[in-house]
């Protein structure tokens, strides 16, 4: 069983940044595909940013050239660095771990962007 705990969203200005972290509980960055996922109110979930095993590094447009997701295996922690942020960022962000059948997610931290 793998547990994910994120932390350091919160409230920020448009323009403004926010650094997220998932920390687990394993060091699962070897095997697992990591993921952020975002769920905005009346909305679906969201895929954000993905990073493989091997370091493939995937964003959807919406967050393309704002937000950078980096692991650091050393103290298993996977980042989500956002800059410009908007208010449709506004959301809970989730972090995702999957191997194979195996998944865990995290419990989410909300992120609001307002002025």
């Known amino acids: 069983q793998v547990q994910l705990v994120e932390s350091g969203g919160g409230l920020v200005q448009p323009g403004g940044s926010l650094r997220l972290t998932c920390t687990a509980s394993l060091n699962i960055f070897d095997l697992y595909i990591l993921r952020w996922y975002r769920q905005a109110p009346g909305k679906q979930r969201e895929l954000v940013a993905q990073a493989t095993p091997l370091d493939y590094i995937s964003y959807s447009e919406s967050v393309e050239g704002r937000f950078t997701i980096l692991k650091e295996k050393y103290r298993n922690v996977l980042l989500l660095e956002m800059k410009d942020l908007k208010p449709e960022d506004t959301a809970v962000y989730y972090c995702?771990?999957?191997?194979?059948?195996?998944?865990?997610w995290g419990q989410g931290t909300q992120v609001s962007v307002s002025s």
């Open positions: 995702n771990a999957q191997y194979n059948s195996l998944e865990f």
